[in-house]
């Protein structure tokens, strides 16, 4: 069970905007940035997002990310067939001293 | 061109051991924290242990604690995972991440190497 909640299903259709949610606590997202990972399909995980809201070179500006209090959210406009693939967020714990992922969400492009 | 390549997988018996490498190339490892990430069968990621720069800080998730180890020896560009007292549901794909010079996010994963713990 993991300590920071995501849905575990999304879905939109082609150039439709979803968003992603990822709930954490005080001892996780409430103190430390957040960061998401997409894994497409039978390959390694890829940052998408660090520090809450940034973009590495190369990923485009249609996926962006932001955070509030204990929640973190990753929005994704313009939907397109290639971005079907498993979403995680990631945040460290003071508590634990541990990194922290979401269980997943499967993004699904009707 | 940043490379991290895994080995060292395979199948082992419950209560077996294994230790797993990742070799670094295109980046001077010595820099950098790094981290062992896996995923079981069908499931999602799970973060196993993290290591800085000069091995002074380490931290491991609790299913694995007192029972893997992770080490590198910056000289020759490697990261490992000592893996002991093996059970049944360490069976997954073992991921080296890079983390940038911070320790705040992995930029960088291989592509993995997969153990499987069976009798």
């Known amino acids: 069970q993991s300590v920071l909640t995501q849905p575990p299903s999304a879905s939109g259709t082609p150039g439709q905007r979803v968003t992603i949610s990822c709930s954490g606590s005080?001892?996780?997202?409430?103190?430390?940035?957040v960061n998401w990972y997409q894994q497409l399909p039978r390959t390694a995980p890829k940052l998408l997002i660090y520090?809450?809201?940034q973009r590495p070179s190369g990923v485009p500006d249609r996926f962006s990310g932001s955070k509030s209090g204990t929640s973190a959210s990753l929005a994704i406009s313009g939907l397109q067939s290639d971005d079907e693939a498993d979403y995680y967020c990631?945040?460290?714990?003071?508590?634990?001293?541990?990194?922290?992922f979401g269980g997943g969400t499967k993004l699904t492009v009707l | 061109e940043v490379q991290l390549v895994e080995s060292g997988g395979g199948l082992v018996q419950p209560g077996g051991s294994l230790r797993l490498s990742c070799a670094a190339s295109?980046?001077?490892?010595?820099?950098?924290?790094m981290n062992w990430v896996r995923q079981a069968p069908g499931k999602g990621l799970e973060w196993i242990s993290y290591?800085?720069?000069?091995?002074?800080?380490?931290y491991y998730a609790d299913s694995v604690k007192g029972r893997f180890t992770i080490s590198r020896d910056n000289a020759k560009s490697s990261l490992y995972l000592q893996m002991n007292s093996l059970r049944v549901e360490d069976t997954a794909v073992y991921y080296c991440?890079?983390?940038?010079?911070?320790?705040?996010?992995?930029?960088?994963w291989g592509q993995g190497t997969l153990v499987a713990v069976s009798s």
């Open positions: 990631a945040a460290w714990d003071d508590r634990l001293n541990a990194w922290l």
């Open positions: 005080s001892s996780n997202i409430g103190s430390n940035i």
């Open positions: 290591i800085t720069p000069g091995s002074d800080k380490i």
């Open positions: 991440a890079k983390d940038d010079t911070s320790g705040w996010y992995s930029d960088y």
């Open positions: 520090s809450n809201n």
């Open positions: 295109g980046f001077i490892l010595s820099n950098y924290p």
